[in-house]
Nanobody, 121 residues
């Protein structure tokens, strides 16, 4: 199984970006997909997860949307009203815990390569 993330780049404060993560090699769709991010000098943190449940962390609620196209086995992260603190490398990940929405990095067994999002003022 492989995850390929794309869509990062440079955005202005208040701007938008859309990240995509395409999965390949799976035979089942019964898994959760998530976006994490890691800013310089900080730990990797959950941004949002979608499976049987959908969850976004408080810092991005109202600005970000996570969605999934099961037919294409792709998950998206629409990021609006971007702030400088959103600057980070964003990673997509998948977890076999389809019914849960976990924060912990260790619960996700497949990771994409990361895509850099830079928000400048």
């Amino acid at each position: 199984v492989q995850l390929q993330a794309s869509g990062g780049g440079l955005a202005q404060v208040g701007g938008s970006l859309r990240l995509s993560c395409a999965a390949s090699g799976r035979t089942s769709r019964a898994y959760a997909m998530a976006w994490f991010r890691q800013a310089p000098g900080k730990e990797r943190e959950l941004v949002g997860v979608i499976g049987q449940r959908t969850r976004l962390v408080d810092s991005v609620k109202g600005r970000f949307t996570i969605s999934r196209d099961n037919g294409k086995d792709t998950v998206f992260l629409q990021m609006n009203s971007l702030k400088p603190e959103d600057t980070a490398v964003y990673y997509c990940a998948s977890s076999p815990y389809y019914g849960a929405a976990y924060d912990e990095v260790w619960r996700y067994d497949v990771w994409g390569q990361g895509t850099l999002v830079t928000v400048s003022s």
